[in-house]
């Protein structure tokens, strides 16, 4: 059975840092990228960042670029995504989802999703 379960959340000032985590396990996750996506209060779920299989090439959308740096490590089995948040702001808050799927020019999840973690970011 496929899990994903992200921590690491919680409130933060603007200008602080937080860093996630999410443990997927349960089914081989060779080949599949990871990514990140959030849900901001009354918004739809969007895409934050995704890093490759073998772990040497992220992507990242504009919002987030060079503030937010998303690793894995581990493999086959149970993968540990991470993401690293600086320089936070008010509008970065949302429930932090982790995921996986395929990257050709754009990431496409496979439709599992963790339960997400808070992350507030105060003004």
């Known amino acids: 059975q496929v899990q994903l379960v992200e921590s690491g959340g919680g409130l933060v000032q603007a200008g602080g840092s937080l860093r996630l985590a999410c443990v997927a396990s349960?089914?081989?996750?060779?080949?599949?990228?990871m990514a990140w996506f959030r849900r901001p209060p009354g918004k739809e779920r969007q895409y934050v960042a995704a890093?490759?299989?073998?772990?040497?090439?992220?992507?990242?959308a504009d919002s987030v670029k060079s503030r937010f740096t998303i690793s894995r490590d581990g493999a086959n089995n149970r993968v540990t995504v991470y993401l690293q948040m600086n320089s936070l702001k008010p509008e970065d808050t949302a429930i932090y989802y982790c995921t996986f799927g395929d990257y050709d020019n754009g990431f496409m999840p496979f439709g599992r999703w963790g339960q997400g973690t808070q992350v507030t970011v105060s003004s």
């Open positions: 890093i490759d299989w073998s772990g040497t090439k992220t992507y990242y």
């Open positions: 349960g089914r081989s996750f060779s080949g599949n990228a």
